[in-house]
């Protein structure tokens, strides 16, 4: 479904210049949930804003079901992939009705029967009518997720790209999140990239996961893999350690990786 | 927000205001204005800046049931005559009453602020927000522009206009108009900088929304609230260059009755007859004034930051 090939981003000219996404090879089935963890910084999120055409001047190839994606893209091709951000607080107008913001995308790509849509895609990610009129400060940070995510969803988009979309929730919130995103992935045969700096979260949600550090894919590895911490890079392993809990002894042999 | 208990008790149409599901998009739009309402209304001095600018829209409205005249007849037997039971200002030095004047002059006064927002506002939006969201060479060019009518002192940028477009009540407006655009531009531009990255308008291109879309849907009305608290910050200045302009003969000609204008006729007999200048002066103070507090306090309830942040 998604086949990225070569993939580089360099931002910056001159001896500013930074490569922040450098040889990134990427292939996801079709239905199937993949993840890139990495720290900040590590070119993660970058890798979903070329793919939704947010940065342009990309290298490399990136085909989504076959076709190589251009750096301009048609109103129509933008139907078929969608993003969810990270953080529910900045994602939304702040001066926009949730109908309003569920209502713009099928607006724009001339949709009929925008009510009932709106409607039905609330309810499917839990959220009743009475939502439709309010106001994003009106909601809960997970209320907005929702709102979010539906609007990612009422194009009926076949790929959906995930950027950290429960780090900014809490921890019971980020479950229920979590939860409904799978059990949307099942009902509409989705196709998941989703980008955490969590190897919990994103071991919840994916069945594989490519490591990233410093712009570069280091490793590629399997759920078993995951969980059981058997992994070949060292900057894997680090991160896997980390990701077990705060232990000083362990802190202290942790290194930067260039 | 009240609690729920108080909610109840309410009366029926605030019950529809706050109620905590609207029903529709027009249920919506209704509370968040009555809820921005409500904060304005705390802020007792606010309210004093609005009630004096609804006070001048009324007196402009009612203006030949107020006056009593038509503010232009001439009584030379009875000139500069001390305000009285008849003449509560007084009368001028062509024995025209001073308080039929004030009330006809606020009719000029609300027709030039009318006229200045409809010109400033959507030159200094526009400028300002496509050259935020554009960026690169368009940037450079609107903001040098920008830059160059910046630069001029508004009053004497003012008076070249009127010298050539010739002296009169619209064509001061026009000037008053030009100059004072640029910092509005200024101010959309830098506002549409930091909304340019959010991930709001991200989303929006993602879903495929066009520029122009983008500009009109999404990122004017988060500049516009600023630009309506900056020009009503302005109306204080706009006054005072009209009357500024009229003072100097180049604004409203006689005998149409600008506050401006009738300082300037009277300035001779400041001492003398000390109401002939002071009342328009104190006119001009007072709505200036309330335009002031008026802004003040809607700076308050429309800053985007406090009104929908979180």
Redesign the interface.
């Known amino acids: 479904m998604i086949d990225i090939e070569n993939l580089g981003i360099v931002f910056g000219s001159g001896k500013s210049q930074i490569a922040a996404v450098k040889n990134v090879n990427l292939q996801v089935a079709e239905g199937e949930s993949y993840g890139i963890v990495g720290e900040s910084g590590s070119g993660k999120s970058t890798v979903l804003?070329a793919m939704?055409?947010?940065y342009s001047h990309w290298t490399g190839t990136i085909r989504i079901a076959g076709e190589p994606l251009k750096a301009k893209?048609s109103?129509?091709s933008?139907?078929h992939?969608?993003?969810v951000?990270?953080?529910p607080?900045?994602?939304?107008?702040?001066?926009r009705?949730v109908?309003?913001t569920l209502s713009?995308?099928l607006i724009?790509?001339g949709l009929k029967n925008r009510e009932d849509r709106v409607l039905k895609i609330l309810k499917e990610v839990g959220l009743g009518p009475?939502?439709r009129?309010?106001?994003?400060?009106q909601l809960s940070g997970g209320q907005r997720q929702r709102v979010?995510i539906a609007?990612a969803l009422i194009?009926e988009p076949r790929v959906i790209l995930l950027d950290e979309p429960t780090s900014a929730l809490d921890v019971s919130v980020q479950a229920e999140i979590l939860n409904l995103l799978s059990a949307l992935r099942k009902t509409h045969g989705l196709t998941y990239i989703m980008v955490s700096h969590d190897l919990a979260v994103v071991g919840h949600l994916c069945s594989r996961i490519a490591v990233m550090n410093r712009g570069e894919v280091v490793e590629e590895m399997s759920e078993e893999q995951m969980r059981s911490g058997d992994v070949q890079h060292d900057y894997t392993r680090q991160l896997w350690t980390a990701s077990q809990g705060y232990d000083r002894a362990a802190l202290e042999t942790f290194k930067e990786f260039a | 927000m009240m609690s729920e208990t108080a909610l109840e008790q309410k009366s029926g149409s605030t019950s529809w205001l706050l109620a905590d599901s609207p029903k529709n998009a027009f249920q919506a739009k209704c509370q968040r204005v009555y809820i921005g309402w409500m904060a304005f209304r705390s802020n007792p001095i606010a309210m004093l800046g609005l009630a004096i600018v609804l006070f001048l829209c009324l007196v402009a409205l009612f203006a030949p049931l107020i006056a009593g005249g038509d503010g232009t007849t001439q009584d030379l037997a009875n000139r500069l005559a001390p305000p009285s039971a008849e003449h509560w200002f007084g009368t001028d030095e062509l024995g025209r009453d001073i308080f039929a004047r004030i009330v006809w002059g606020s009719r000029v006064t609300l027709y030039i602020i009318f006229l200045v927002s409809i010109i400033v506002m959507p030159i200094g939006l526009i400028i300002g927000t496509t050259a935020g969201l554009l960026g690169g060479v368009v940037d450079a060019t609107l903001m040098r522009i920008t830059d160059i009518f910046l630069a001029f002192p508004r009053l004497i940028l003012a008076l070249a206009f009127v010298a050539v477009l010739g002296p009169g009540l619209e064509n001061a407006v026009l000037a008053i108009a030009l100059t004072t655009w640029s910092p509005y531009a200024r101010l959309a531009r830098a506002e549409t900088l930091t909304l340019r990255n959010s991930e709001y308008i991200m989303a929006a291109q993602i879903m495929g929304a066009s520029r122009i879309r983008v500009l009109f849907a999404h990122i004017m009305p988060m500049c516009l609230s600023s630009t309506i608290v900056r020009l009503t910050l302005d109306m204080a200045g706009i006054i005072l260059t009209a009357a500024g302009l009229g003072f100097l003969g180049l604004g409203a000609q006689p005998p149409l009755a600008e506050w401006g204008a009738m300082i300037a006729s009277g300035r001779d007999y400041l001492l003398d007859q000390w109401w002939v200048p002071t009342i328009p002066g104190i006119a001009i103070l007072v709505v200036s004034l309330g335009f002031n507090l008026l802004g003040d306090g809607l700076r308050d309830v429309l800053d985007p930051r406090s009104s929908g942040g979180h």
Not at chain 1, 133 to 137: K, S, V
Request: no cysteine; aromatic share 12%; hydrophobic share 30%.
């Open positions: 804003r939704v055409g947010i893209r109103v129509s933008r139907k992939m969608q993003m951000f990270q953080d607080y900045g994602s939304l107008h702040p001066r009705t109908d309003d713009e995308p724009i790509h009475e939502f009129f309010r106001y994003p400060h979010a609007r194009l």
